[in-house]
């Protein structure tokens, strides 16, 4: 079949650069209320960033605004090393993949059908010849090829999530951006998803998700964002950020921050009073 390829080579990503996603100074209103507030961080080749907080702390938005999907108040995104109103439509798509917390679609699509629409940004291009090839690959890793003639409207709500994680990971962006991607998953799929992420940086890719379980962030993250009111009230390794001090006053919960008897990993848990009553 005749394939005709469009003018022009996707963007090129430099081996060394420093962050394939920077917010520089953003700040970002919705409704008329702040709601991301002078904001400095990178997302780096051969890292994973956590982003946590509290509901309301800003962690959703900012993401949105690292992947140029909401207009700032001020301040400035860079992809790739170039503000990001600088890329068409196409080429951000080429550069950041986007997981929203919410997979939903009104026609019934098959499994297949939505992960293959990952591959859009590159029709018509040399990598269109990778197509069946990455498709299979995505819905290997996320565990989704057993019921690839589904319709996706048949699917659970970690089903869903699974599918569009496979579509996410067909894109072949080098600079993933992940909402929640845990929310609606079972303990193994969890494991799944943030391994896959991890083993995403490992190669040389960027990787930013948003996560509500401190424990999942501080085993899979090479650095974390704690957001409070809008604004990054830490920012480093898991060692550094996950402090009981600030995370109590942060989440207004007392916890407890204790390494794991194996790896040495911190363990964030609740500080709980005792249940009268429970049988033992």
Same mark, same amino acid.
């Given at each position: 079949m005749l394939r005709i390829r469009h003018k022009g080579a996707p963007p090129h990503v430099e081996s060394g650069a420093d962050a394939l996603a920077e917010a520089l100074g953003v700040s970002l209103s919705l409704g008329g209320s702040p709601v991301v507030r002078? /904001?400095? #961080?990178s997302v780096r080749p051969r890292e994973v960033l956590a982003l946590v907080g509290p509901n309301g702390a800003g962690k959703s938005t900012l993401l949105a605004a690292l992947a140029a999907d909401l207009p700032l108040t001020s301040g400035e995104v860079r992809i790739n090393r170039r503000p990001a109103k600088e890329w068409t439509a196409r080429e951000l798509a %080429?550069?950041?993949? /986007? #997981?929203?917390?919410?997979?939903? #679609?009104?026609f019934p699509f098959t499994v &297949? &059908? @939505? @992960?293959r629409m990952g591959r859009a940004p590159w029709a018509g291009t040399a990598e269109e010849d990778a197509d069946d090839a990455t498709v299979a690959e995505a819905m290997e890793a996320a565990e989704v090829a057993a019921f690839a003639a589904r319709p996706f409207s048949a699917l659970s709500g970690g089903e869903r999530a699974r599918v569009a994680f496979?579509? %996410?990971?067909a894109q072949r962006a080098p600079l993933l951006l992940l909402d929640e991607p845990t929310a609606a998953l079972d303990l193994r799929h *969890? &494991? #799944? @998803?943030?391994?896959v992420c991890r083993d995403r940086a490992t190669t040389g890719d960027a990787v930013a998700v948003v996560l509500h379980d401190l424990g999942l962030a501080a085993a899979y993250a090479d650095r974390i964002a704690v957001l409070h009111e809008g604004r990054v009230a830490a920012y480093g390794t898991p060692g550094e950020v996950l402090d009981p001090e600030l995370l109590g006053r942060v989440?207004? *919960?007392? /916890?407890e921050v204790l390494p794991h008897p194996r790896t040495g990993e911190p363990l964030v848990l609740p500080v709980r009073r005792a249940a009268s009553g429970r049988s033992r």
């Open positions: 002078d /904001v400095d #961080l %080429m550069l950041r993949a /986007v #997981l929203p917390q919410a997979a939903t #679609l009104a &297949e &059908e @939505v @992960v496979a579509r %996410m990971l *969890q &494991e #799944l @998803v943030l391994r989440y207004r *919960q007392p /916890v």
